[in-house]
């Protein structure tokens, strides 16, 4: 049976973020509580992401997704910039220059592209493989991969308290690659710079506000 969506409005407002409980969009779940504008959110379920009423207003049956107004729009990386454009003086989008948004992007897009896809065997080992006997391998696999990118953003953060040197964007979803590494074992031993940044971001009271508002429970 299809689960009705579970509306939470934290506040009233027009922007609306639709999320599952522990995936990406508590990314712009952050960055939402950052800004400090209004905004409602949808708490969506594996079952109601299927339903035609969701699929109406998103055809991929992803999230997250966002509507603002009459707008709506999807895509993780597309989102979080999103948001930070509409409010520029949250300062979420690098130092004002260009190249300082580009940095901004260009760790979005390693986020994105290389993180987020590498826990795909993880999450989901059937679509790489029918055999699921191998599933295992493919995980271990997968998650030795992830350790080497997990690594490169460690180095990443020598010296600095954010990814791009100013807090921006990329943060919280940074923060949701480490929570899905150390909920699968990957484990950020050895990697202090990242430890350091999940211990900070985890004190932060717009993290935990969303993370709150979304599991029930403190980070």
Known sequence: MV????????RNGSVKL?????ACPLAGHIVLEWIGAPYETVRMSHDSVRSPEYRARNAGGTVPLLEHGDFTLVENVAILGYLADLHPEAGLLGDGTPRGRAEVMRWLGFLNSDVHKAFLPIFNASLFLQEEALAGELARNAS??????????????????????TRSVADPYLLVILRWAVNH?????GLSHLMRFARRMEADPGVQAAILAEEGVLA
């Open 3 to 10: 689960r009705p969506l579970d509306v939470r409005q934290p």
């Open 18 to 22: 639709y999320y599952l409980p522990g």
């Open 144 to 165: 030795l991969h992830i350790r080497t990118l997990l690594e490169r953003l460690d180095a990443q953060l020598a010296g600095r308290d954010w990814l791009t040197g």
């Open 185 to 189: 074992d990957i484990g950020l031993h």
